[in-house]
Nanobody, 120 residues
Framework: QVQLVESGGGLVQPGGSLRLSCAASGSIFGINTMGWYRRAPGKERELVAAITRSGRTNYADSVKGRFTISRDNAKNTMYLQMNSLKPEDTAVYYC??????????????WGQGTQVTVSS
């Protein structure tokens, strides 16, 4: 019943900025780690940034200093501020959320993705 919906993708020029949002909805009592992944054509999906419930973050080396991940637990929403964008950032960006369930189980949920294209 949980759904993740990304928004904010689009076409930007190199050096530009973009902010992605991921809104989780459904029967949610708390979200553990959330993260942004991306997949470029012909490439494997890779982790871009992750953030824990308490706000601890980590980033891929390729985006450190340029991207900032954040979350609003009250809104079950996560953001990715992307600055100084490069053509190699072009990819479909996916939201991921680990959400606990019954019987000590937890599940990873994925959004449908939002396209980010960096091109002149």
């Amino acid at each position: 019943q949980v759904q993740l919906v990304e928004s904010g993708g689009g076409l930007v020029q190199p050096g530009g900025s973009l902010r992605l949002s991921c809104a989780a909805s459904g029967s949610i009592f708390g979200i553990n780690t959330m993260g942004w992944y991306r997949r470029a054509p012909g490439k494997e999906r890779e982790l871009v940034a992750a953030i824990t419930r308490s706000g601890r973050t980590n980033y891929a080396d390729s985006v450190k200093g340029r991207f900032t991940i954040s979350r609003d637990n009250a809104k079950n929403t996560m953001y990715l501020q992307m600055n100084s964008l490069k053509p190699e950032d072009t990819a479909v960006y996916y939201c991921n959320a680990n959400i606990p369930a019954y019987y000590d189980r937890d599940y990873d949920y994925w959004g449908q993705g939002t396209q980010v294209t960096v091109s002149s």
